[in-house]
């Protein structure tokens, strides 16, 4: 079957219902010059699906995979390992196909994979209740800040410097919008998070504070003590984290008094898949901020014979009646992102979560230790989970390069992440799961030795 499979019968019809000639007749507004002469330029003829498929094929050749060579990015993104049971699963017809459970009559199966998935993440998180997903960690972020303006009837966003860039750049674009003050900073190179600098920021308008954790160079910063300041000022803590296996070996946010959690998914399920679809992960401690949460939140309830079933109980849709009341533009969830994450949640449990991040910390160590050994290399944190900064006798950025040229992916270079500040640029940052091997680890380190020599 063709793409357009119209007999010339039917174009026919078609013609004589509408009273055209021909087909050219339908385009006699286009101006001669605009119209196209003959076959695109540059764009070949059809091809048959399997000579597609081979010239497909050679286009990704050309490509580095993640799986074949020593892999030590990270920066936001994680290469896990995600058990085959969780694309088997997710791949179901009635989850893939499933759209917004608008009639929870024939969506049961849907909205209880978000319940289960809600509770999942507030426990991870250590909160009381988190929300049904969002687009991504970025987006998150800023409809927190959004949201911590809305608790707090404040303006003025403090963001730490060791917030990841890219969420960073993405508040402040959103920013522009609301007319929000944002006040960012730059990362301090030093092996403690600068908590006081911090501190010293926040003042009697600030809305909320905005801490990484671990942050941006893979530093664990003290919660408690940011939190504290936060709330004496009248302002809320949220707290992003990019790794969520990292909070099966360190304290969740919400037990150290973070007010809204808030995250990146990917690590969990989802795989690094070229950049995206990503999860956002969202979550508050205290019960009565639920009404400001942006997004959607599933609910149990009973239905008219008193059997157990699931709701879509709160949502802030912009096509809803009182649109001006909602608490956010977003008109959605990544659901099929969130099955994939409850699903891996659920294969590993507390004990496998609690492995993983052992198995990732075990690996991180052995890597910083090979590493920083090297001539020429100095290991800039004093506690980190799976991701650390080394600093350089080099320019990272040219490093990382010439290591892509020999097979080995070495990291991410402070220099990409903050090309105008070159005080920045001996920075790399290496991150390390359970998917490398101490064989990895050496070649990163024999191939790091040479270029430093």
Same mark, same amino acid.
């Given at each position: ?38 076959? !695109? ?6 091809a048959?699906e ?17 799986? @074949? +060579? ?21 791949q179901?017809? %009635? ?19 978000l ?17 049904? @997903? ?5 987006t998150?972020?800023?409809?927190a ?34 007319g929000?003050?944002?006040?960012d900073a ?23 504070v ?14 408690q003590? !940011? ?11 949220i707290?992003v984290?990019? %790794? ?5 070996? !360190?304290?969740?946010p ?5 007010? !809204?959690?808030?995250? %990146? ?7 690094l ?45 912009e ?28 294969l ?5 979560l609690?492995a ?44 990382v ?9 070495? =990291? +991410?270079s402070l220099?990409?992440?903050?090309? =105008?500040?070159?005080?920045? @640029? ?12 101490e ?11 040479g270029?430093?020599?």
């Open positions: 079957m063709r793409y357009l499979p119209l007999t010339d019968a039917d174009r026919s019809a078609m013609l004589e219902v509408i009273g055209a000639p021909d087909v050219d007749a339908l385009f006699v507004d286009v101006p001669p010059e605009a119209q196209l002469d003959g076959p !695109i330029h540059g764009l070949p003829m059809h048959s399997m000579a597609v498929e081979r010239h497909m094929a050679g286009l990704a050749a050309q490509n580095m995979a993640a799986s @074949s +060579v020593p892999f030590f990015l990270g920066a936001g993104a994680y290469k896990h390992h995600i058990p085959a049971s969780v694309d088997h699963i997710i179901r017809g %009635e989850f893939l196909t499933a759209y917004t459970p608008y009639q929870p009559e024939i969506a049961q199966g849907t909205l209880q994979m319940f289960e998935f809600q509770t999942q993440v507030a426990r991870l998180y250590g909160c009381a209740v988190a929300n049904a @997903s969002m687009y991504d960690g970025s998150a972020c800023w409809e800040v959004a949201m911590a303006g809305r608790v707090t009837r404040r303006s003025r966003a403090v963001l730490s410097g060791a917030l990841h860039p890219h969420y960073t750049n993405v508040v402040k674009t959103m920013a522009k919008f609301t929000d003050t944002i006040a730059q990362p301090a190179i030093q092996p403690k998070a600068d908590n006081a600098g911090l501190i010293s920021r926040i003042d009697d308008q600030t809305s909320c905005v801490v990484q954790y671990p942050d941006i160079l893979g530093r664990l910063p003290d919660l003590e !940011i939190a504290d300041a936060a709330h004496a000022r009248g302002a809320l803590l707290v984290n990019t %790794e969520p296996v990292a909070l099966g070996a !360190i304290t969740s919400g037990e150290l008094g973070a007010d !809204i959690v808030v995250g %990146e998914g990917q690590s969990i399920g989802v795989g898949q070229f950049g995206g679809p990503y999860l956002g992960l969202f979550a508050v401690r205290d019960p009565k901020h639920v009404r400001q949460m942006p997004g959607r939140l599933c609910g149990e309830t009973v239905d008219a014979e008193g059997k157990r079933g699931f709701v879509l109980t709160l949502s802030t849709r096509q809803h009646i009182r649109r001006e009341k909602a608490t956010s533009n977003i008109c959605t969830n990544s659901g099929l992102c969130a099955l994939a994450f409850s699903v891996h949640m659920t590993l449990g507390e004990k496998g609690r993983l991040a052992t198995e990732n910390h075990r690996l991180a160590c052995i890597a910083a230790d090979t590493l920083s050994a090297l001539p020429g290399v100095r290991l800039l944190n004093d506690a980190f989970f799976n991701e650390f900064t080394l600093l350089l006798d080099g320019d990272a950025r040219q490093i390069r010439d290591l892509a040229a020999e097979n080995v992916l070495a =990291g +991410v220099g990409r992440l903050y090309p =105008g500040h070159p005080e920045l @640029s001996r920075g790399l940052l290496v991150a390390v799961t359970e998917t490398t091997t064989d990895d680890i050496h070649a990163l380190a024999a191939a790091l030795k270029k430093l020599q």
